[in-house]
């Protein structure tokens, strides 16, 4: 029996669906909304939709305002002697003319570097033809697709886990419900045993072999009793809340229909999965990305941009504007084939996904097959641990009665007591093991 204990506390969480209970569909529903797990992939939705944001930004004009202010000291000078190429001419010229309309020019000296210099600017740039802001967003939206269908997969996950810890939260109630009962039936056994060393009918080792049999009990009742608590905790987790809430107890859902059409199940599985969405997300994902560069390849990118603004020494807008306007075209004709290498390796990618999508898709074929077969196991089970508790508890009330008559001794009555409790036990296993099976079916086939 302490095998089967231990059986019961290390059954594996497997997720379980389609449940009728609304105390475990709230349950469900405050775990979707405060899980931790799913808040992050909340924010990582948020993140790819502002990156769709940006790539739609580029189709805009951009227009920057870029002042400047430039202070020089030292450093290399512009000589040229204007002035003692001209000024002789100049005055020849205003001696001919008798006039000054001439004047004599300073020769040149003056730093490279410009000082108390500013330029004050607009300047904007628009895309005319450009094939990498196109399909940047396309590949974007991809993204956005895929992470949209991997949050629906953690969401899928959070699910059937908050149902197993629930399902396994009422199992530990329903192993001490066992525990409790056979507790009552061992303490009237001691009672028992007390009457009869009182009547000098037996020894007083028989009360000491029963009290011990209590005691055994309730060290497995504190074992379950542990489970319960870690059961309770797991669940709370799940949900984000205090680890000590209390859990409420609904076994509704526990008669539900189990029976299933695998031909059914197996293409619900192809259309339902979540990792078929999003690889389908990534191979769109990589198809655009390779017409990308397709596309770069074979065409420039074409824009017109200007700038305005002021540009003089010292602050003083005063004749100081300007104007330039400006008609871009960029294409980079050869650069050691690596537009070419750019392409093949984007299609390589995309091989890549279309091999892992059949990969992924056969191996839910063999998920669902495999699931469906242990499910009819379990439910071959069933009947006859229900048959074996049935006869378990017959048999003890014969040797119980026996055993009152002074017909049988204390060590048959314990092993028919022992006998019902590990049936029961095992009746509890295997109703809990198909729900298990059940829901494993339910969650590789992406049942909703």
Not at 14 to 22: D, K
Not at 165 to 182: D, G, H, N
């Given at each position: 029996?302490?095998n089967?204990?231990?059986?019961?506390?290390?059954?594996?969480?497997i997720?379980f669906s389609?449940?009728?209970?609304?105390?475990?569909?709230?349950?469900?529903?405050?775990?979707?909304?405060?899980?931790?797990?799913?808040?992050?992939?909340?924010?990582?939705?948020?993140?790819?939709?502002?990156?769709?944001?940006?790539?739609?930004?580029?189709f805009?004009?951009?227009?920057?305002?870029a002042?400047?202010?430039?202070?020089?000291?030292?450093?290399?000078?512009?000589?040229?002697?204007?002035?003692?190429?001209?000024?002789?001419?100049?005055?020849t010229?205003?001696?001919?003319?008798?006039?000054?309309?001439f004047?004599?020019?300073?020769?040149?000296?003056?730093?490279?570097?410009?000082?108390?210099?500013?330029d004050?600017?607009?300047?904007?740039?628009?895309?005319?033809?450009?094939?990498?802001i196109?399909?940047?967003?396309?590949?974007?939206?991809?993204?956005?697709?895929a992470?949209?269908?991997?949050?629906?997969?953690?969401?899928?996950e959070?699910?059937?886990?908050?149902?197993i810890?629930?399902?396994?939260?009422?199992?530990?109630l329903e192993?001490?419900?066992?525990?409790?009962?056979?507790r009552?039936?061992?303490s009237?056994?001691?009672?028992?045993?007390?009457?009869?060393?009182?009547?000098?009918v037996?020894?007083?080792?028989?009360?000491?072999?029963?009290?011990?049999?209590?005691?055994?009990?309730d060290?497995?009742?504190?074992?379950?009793d542990k489970?319960?608590?870690?059961?309770?905790?797991?669940?709370?987790?799940?949900?984000?809340r205090?680890?000590?809430?209390?859990?409420?107890?609904?076994?509704?859902?526990?008669?539900?229909?189990?029976?299933?059409?695998?031909?059914d199940?197996?293409q619900?599985?192809?259309?339902?999965?979540?990792?078929?969405?999003?690889l389908?997300?990534?191979i769109?994902?990589s198809?655009?990305a390779?017409?990308?560069?397709?596309?770069?390849?074979?065409?420039?990118?074409?824009?017109?941009?200007?700038?305005?603004?002021?540009?003089?020494?010292?602050?003083?807008?005063?004749?100081?504007?300007?104007?330039?306007?400006?008609?871009?075209?960029?294409?980079?004709?050869?650069?050691?084939?690596?537009?070419?290498?750019?392409?093949?390796?984007?299609?390589?990618?995309?091989?890549?996904?279309?091999?892992?999508l059949?990969?992924?898709?056969?191996?839910?074929?063999?998920?669902?097959?495999?699931?469906?077969?242990?499910?009819?196991?379990?439910?071959?089970?069933?009947p006859?641990?229900?048959?074996g508790?049935v006869k378990?508890?017959?048999?003890?009330?014969?040797?119980?009665?026996?055993?009152?008559?002074?017909?049988?001794?204390?060590?048959?009555?314990?092993r028919?007591?022992?006998?019902?409790?590990?049936a029961?036990?095992?009746?509890s296993?295997?109703?809990?093991?198909?729900?298990?099976?059940?829901?494993?079916?339910?969650?590789?086939?992406?049942?909703?």
């Amino acid at each position: 029996m302490k095998n089967l204990i231990l059986l019961l506390a290390l059954t594996p969480v497997i997720a379980f669906s389609q449940v009728s209970s609304p105390v475990l569909e709230s349950y469900i529903q405050e775990g979707l909304k405060n899980n931790l797990a799913l808040q992050q992939e909340s924010l990582e939705i948020e993140k790819a939709q502002e990156s769709i944001k940006q790539a739609k930004a580029n189709f805009s004009p951009k227009i920057t305002f870029a002042p400047t202010y430039t202070v020089a000291a030292g450093g290399r000078r512009l000589s040229f002697p204007v002035g003692d190429l001209l000024n002789p001419v100049y005055s020849t010229l205003n001696k001919l003319t008798n006039t000054s309309n001439f004047p004599q020019v300073e020769n040149v000296n003056e730093l490279l570097a410009p000082n108390n210099f500013h330029d004050t600017k607009f300047s904007f740039q628009y895309p005319i033809y450009n094939t990498d802001i196109r399909y940047n967003l396309l590949i974007q939206r991809d993204l956005l697709t895929a992470q949209e269908a991997k949050k629906r997969i953690i969401e899928n996950e959070v699910r059937y886990n908050i149902t197993i810890a629930y399902l396994q939260y009422l199992q530990t109630l329903e192993v001490e419900k066992i525990f409790s009962a056979s507790r009552i039936v061992l303490s009237d056994f001691v009672k028992l045993n007390e009457k009869l060393v009182n009547n000098n009918v037996a020894t007083k080792d028989v009360i000491y072999s029963a009290e011990y049999e209590v005691s055994k009990l309730d060290q497995q009742v504190a074992v379950m009793d542990k489970n319960r608590y870690t059961a309770q905790a797991y669940l709370n987790f799940l949900m984000n809340r205090d680890f000590m809430t209390e859990i409420i107890a609904d076994t509704v859902f526990l008669d539900a229909n189990t029976k299933v059409n695998v031909t059914d199940v197996r293409q619900q599985s192809i259309n339902n999965r979540q990792e078929i969405s999003q690889l389908k997300a990534n191979i769109q994902a990589s198809a655009s990305a390779i017409k990308l560069q397709e596309m770069n390849s074979l065409r420039p990118q074409v824009f017109v941009g200007g700038t305005t603004g002021f540009q003089g020494n010292g602050y003083t807008f005063k004749n100081q504007a300007y104007i330039i306007g400006q008609l871009g075209l960029t294409w980079d004709v050869f650069h050691g084939h690596e537009k070419k290498s750019k392409i093949q390796q984007a299609k390589i990618q995309k091989s890549i996904l279309e091999t892992k999508l059949e990969e992924v898709q056969k191996q839910i074929q063999l998920q669902v097959s495999q699931a469906y077969f242990e499910l009819e196991a379990a439910q071959k089970t069933l009947p006859s641990a229900k048959d074996g508790t049935v006869k378990a508890e017959k048999y003890f009330k014969v040797v119980d009665s026996r055993y009152r008559n002074g017909q049988a001794i204390l060590v048959e009555y314990l092993r028919a007591q022992n006998e019902v409790i590990t049936a029961q036990l095992q009746e509890s296993l295997a109703k809990y093991d198909i729900l298990l099976k059940k829901a494993t079916l339910d969650k590789v086939a992406a049942v909703r």
